[in-house]
């Protein structure tokens, strides 16, 4: 699987750590070592070759595309440290974060039950 990584500030997103357009992940700097916001990315990254031609467009427009893909790609990102090393309270910020970012009108309680 081919991806490219670069650690910027210049992300647009301002509470986000990490960003993915197809191949290319951005991370902030300060997450240079965070092997979990890494991994979140690279599931990005999968989920884009999995379907290079049409997964942009059904990210933007699929809420229920959207969810899989951040529920994957969360999900994921609780197996590494340092997510790994707290994981009832990292899910509980990802079920956070999923519920009130990505206009998926789902709720907190929800999100925290789809994260395995």
Not at 16 to 30: M, R, S, T, Y
Request: glycine residues 4%; proline residues 3%.
């Amino acid at each position: 699987m081919y991806y490219k990584v670069k650690y910027t500030d210049k992300i647009k997103n301002n509470r986000a750590e990490c960003v993915n357009w197809g191949w290319h992940i951005k991370i902030l700097p300060k997450y240079k070592g965070d092997v979990s916001v890494l991994k979140h990315g690279l599931q990005h990254v999968r989920q884009f070759w999995n379907h290079p031609f049409t997964h942009a467009l059904w990210y933007k427009y699929s809420k229920r595309y959207r969810l899989q893909c951040e529920v994957e790609a969360y999900s994921e990102q609780l197996r590494w440290p340092p997510a790994c090393d707290d994981t009832m309270y990292y899910r509980g910020c990802f079920a956070r974060f999923i519920s009130t970012t990505y206009n998926l009108n789902i709720t907190e309680d929800k999100a925290y039950g789809l994260l395995l």
